[in-house]
């Protein structure tokens, strides 16, 4: 038995990665062996269920921080479209939408610092229409928040909040100025306090080194995350990042596998940059992902996104009905 399938078997039966261990060994072993590893970990400590959720983009552009890596950021000059908080029809249409494709969860995501004020009393009273007439569990993702607020979320309905990291704490500098490392984990550390589901990853591809990798998902572990999105960078015209050279599917597919052993409990999550691996990704679920971002608002080609990919992860065998539905 190889080093990275001991390791594998050690983690399923109890074993837990820290910053004390040799991380080199992801680094330095096979790539097929550690992905086999990985879907070991994966199916022995997560199952075959696959985590499907959705998103709709409740308000856009205008962001104050600057961030190298968003349309998004007022900071740079895109063709990012720009729009105030959407009417709580479009979003209730976009979450039975998404509940009637078999989506797990449906996440409002918001542009900008944080919600505040009317804005998020409309976020409430959203929530409070979709818990009260869908069956979907329902996520958020409205930058940094406080514990009232994210109380009340949960209050409203919402079970899941989103607040990645994005990379190392040593990297954080490098990709934005405006807002700090220690602020998101100060919102994550609020949101297990609430008791919600904890959602945070980052981007991989911005630059970054693999040891600010393998930092990421130490950090994520420490945290005892629950579900950790991993884009790959798509890069974006008019964004710092513009010119960066995008990873190869080897490069994404390392990167899940030892987030996989880091974190062998959470939903490892694909999220942007499937573009960059054949079959949209599909050898990244044979690799230690066990969930995604699928759909795309409130286009007809969202539902076509929802049935391939629901498609092709029962062709692998995985389990795809919806949670809600048990």
């Known amino acids: 038995m190889t080093d990275v399938h001991k390791l594998a078997q050690e983690i399923i039966d109890g074993r837990r990665i820290t ?7 992801f680094l330095a072993c096979d790539l097929k062996e550690l992905c086999e590893g990985a879907d070991r970990i994966r199916s022995a400590l997560v199952g075959e269920k696959v ?15 600057d961030c190298k890596y968003c349309a998004q950021s007022a900071h740079h000059h895109t063709n990012c479209e720009i729009y105030d908080f959407l009417p709580e029809e479009k979003i209730v249409e976009a979450c039975r939408l998404h509940e009637n494709e ?20 409309k976020a409430i009273h959203a929530y409070e229409t979709m818990a009260r007439d869908c069956k979907i569990e329902l996520c958020a993702s409205m930058g940094f928040l406080n514990a009232e607020q994210l109380h009340r979320l949960h209050k409203a309905g919402v079970t899941s909040y989103h607040h990645n990291i994005e990379t190392s704490k040593r990297n954080f500098p490098n990709i934005c100025t405006t807002h700090t490392y220690e602020q998101k984990m100060k919102t994550l550390k609020l949101v297990k306090a609430e008791g919600m589901c904890a959602c945070s990853g980052g981007i991989i591809g911005m630059g970054e080194t ?3 990798r393998l930092d990421m998902a130490i950090s994520l572990a420490e945290l005892g995350i629950d579900s950790i999105p991993l884009n790959a960078l798509m890069p974006i015209k008019g964004t710092p990042l513009e010119n960066q050279a995008p990873l190869t599917e080897a490069e994404i597919l390392r990167t899940i596998a030892f987030f996989r052993y880091i974190n062998p409990e959470a939903n490892i999550r694909l999220a942007a940059g499937r573009a960059l691996m054949e079959r ?6 044979r690799s230690g992902a066990s969930a995604t971002i699928t759909g795309n608002m ?3 080609a969202a539902r076509t996104t929802i049935r391939s990919d629901k498609k092709m992860l029962a062709a692998l065998g995985r389990d ?6 048990r």
């Open 19 to 25: 910053r004390e261990d040799d991380l080199s060994i």
């Open 51 to 65: 985590d499907l959720c959705s998103i709709i983009n409740g308000r856009s552009g205008r962001c104050p921080e």
């Open 102 to 121: 078999g989506v797990d969860r449906f996440s409002i995501v918001t542009a900008g610092r944080t919600l505040t004020g009317e804005e998020f009393e």
């Open 210 to 212: 693999w040891e600010d």
């Open 280 to 285: 949209d990704g599909e050898r990244a679920f």
């Open 298 to 300: 409130l286009t007809t």
């Open 320 to 325: 795809v009905s919806p949670t809600w539905e």
